[in-house]
């Protein structure tokens, strides 16, 4: 539950979700999860991997409304960044492009400067994705995700495949750009450490199908939240939870 | 010039010469009318030019490639795309399309003539009827093959229709646009001359049938090969740089 009070952005219900297998039966892949977001807020989802995680992410956010439940307001209706697993970049526009292309209309003709600065993509501004690296074209997909001031941040393993180094201080130019625009982040991942860094509230899953099986509000500010203090939160949520073990 | 732009010149330069000589000698073996000697053909062609009625056949007929061809990639490409995307849509018009690619050309073509008279826009119709059926199903392929990736950030992003169009659907669909589009050129001239040889006055088509009736075989290769050139400079100078150029985001493969 977000903190009481606070504007709610999101309130979603789904109470189940099936894909259909390739022998033609249905698998039930979420069931029962209840899910709000409010304005401002960084919630994380955590679980095992293919619990089911990416499936809700997509239903949140409108992508898939093959489901049985409710997600309100519609979320056609709010502007969304994103950042899939995979870049998704097109690779017959130049990174700029790519970032520009994704903004609102009224914002297209900004300079995109800072946040090409920001996100370490200055000199590639130019270059087209196939020549870029993964770990600079995951960068590009998270600076078009926050380029247009969206009201809720998607984050799907946003940060894999990404050095330490480069992980940590992208994590900090999307907490900056969060704050700034004041956006929801609902991001999805399986490294408890990285969401006992960046979130609010963690919001865990269970597998076969994805249900919620547990919540932990995170305190604040996060500065305060040093290399031991997440090992020792990690720990007791390893405990009483023990899928989360080794995550 | 780079080097190897050079040697790809010299060779096709090559080729040419090579199968011009082969004529040579061939109609200096045959030593008849029905296979002049390309000397005699290039007379016949120089004398055309001076006369103008050469470029007044030939842009008749490029007036009338140019609109047929037009029409076909613009209808085939929206009727590919739209039964690419639309499963109904292409189950309900499926057999239309089945039906369209194996009518002969000159079955469309009279039909066209008897229908709407013989007039410019019926030779025009007839022969962009011939190849919007080709243009639709490489397009339609190409429809299917679209990455659902793609397709779900540009929904995520919420992009415009046209946006979407513009910057995510058709440069994925540019290899089948740019095979549609050559095979579509080349198919087009040749039926053009078809049609006009059955219902223009004027034309290239129309000019070889003439000469036809004449048993002028000179003026039948003439005309025919200064066509030739014309779609070979098409092809060179318009289609390649513009394939290029859309094909200029792609690594460098040798």
Redesign the interface.
């Known amino acids: 539950m977000p903190a009481a009070g606070a504007p709610l952005l999101i309130d979603a219900h789904i109470a189940s979700k099936r894909h259909t297998s390739a022998d033609g039966t249905a698998v039930e892949v979420v069931r029962g999860l209840d899910l709000r977001l409010a304005r401002g807020e960084f919630v994380c989802l955590i679980g095992p991997s293919g619990c089911g995680k990416t499936t809700s992410l997509r239903i949140l ?1 409108g ?1 898939d409304r093959h489901f049985e439940g409710r997600v309100t307001p519609d979320p ?1 209706g709010l ?4 950042v ?1 697993q ?1 870049p ?1 970049l ?4 130049t990174v700029e492009e790519n970032i520009r ?2 903004l609102p209309k009224p914002l297209r003709r900004q300079g995109l400067g800072p946040i090409l600065e920001a996100f370490g993509l200055a000199a590639h501004a130019a270059s ?1 994705p ?2 870029l690296s993964l770990g600079l074209a995951r960068r590009v997909a998270l600076a ?1 995700a926050v380029a ?1 001031r969206p009201e809720l941040l ?1 984050l799907d393993e946003p940060f894999v495949s990404l050095d330490a180094r480069a992980a940590s201080e992208l994590r900090r130019h999307v907490l900056l750009a969060a704050q700034e625009t004041g956006a929801a982040v609902l991001m999805v991942t399986h490294d408890v450490r990285e969401a006992l860094a960046l979130a609010d509230r963690l919001v865990l899953l269970g597998e076969h199908p994805a249900r919620a099986v547990g919540e932990q509000v995170l305190d604040r500010p996060r500065e305060l939240r040093t290399p031991e203090w997440i090992e020792q939160q990690r720990a007791a949520l390893a405990e009483l939870h023990p899928m989360l073990k080794g995550a | 010039m780079t080097r190897a732009l050079a040697v790809r010149i010299a060779v096709k330069a090559l080729s040419l010469a090579v199968l011009v000589a082969a004529w040579q000698v061939a109609s200096a073996f045959a030593h008849s009318p029905a296979l002049p000697q390309p000397l005699a053909v290039l007379a016949f062609v120089t004398r055309e030019a001076v006369s103008g009625d050469l470029l007044f056949n030939l842009g008749a007929t490029l007036a009338r490639v140019a609109a047929a061809f037009v029409i076909a990639m613009a209808v085939g490409v929206a009727l590919g795309i739209a039964f690419g995307r639309r499963r109904g849509l292409d189950q309900a018009f499926d057999p239309w399309l089945v039906l369209l690619l194996n009518t002969p050309a000159l079955v469309v073509t009279v039909l066209c003539y008897i229908w709407l008279g013989l007039t410019e826009a019926a030779a025009v119709l007839a022969v962009a009827l011939n190849k919007i059926p080709n243009v639709t199903v490489l397009l339609r392929e190409g429809t299917r093959a679209l990455s659902p990736d793609l397709d779900e950030m540009a929904s995520a992003f919420r992009l415009s229709f046209w946006d979407r169009m513009r910057h995510v659907v058709l440069p994925q669909l540019e290899p089948y646009v740019a095979g549609a589009a050559r095979s579509g050129l080349a198919l087009v001239w040749k039926i053009v001359l078809v049609v006009e040889l059955l219902g223009r006055p004027n034309g290239v088509g129309y000019a070889i049938s003439v000469y036809f009736q004449l048993f002028d075989v000179t003026a039948v290769l003439g005309y025919s090969l200064a066509f030739m050139a014309v779609m070979l400079a098409v092809e060179y100078f318009v289609l390649q740089p513009f394939e290029a150029h859309a094909r200029r985001w792609r690594p460098a493969t040798h």
């Open positions: 956010t992508l056609k502007a969304i960044g994103i899939f995979e998704r097109l690779p017959w526009r292309l994704t087209y196939g020549a078009r247009g998607v």
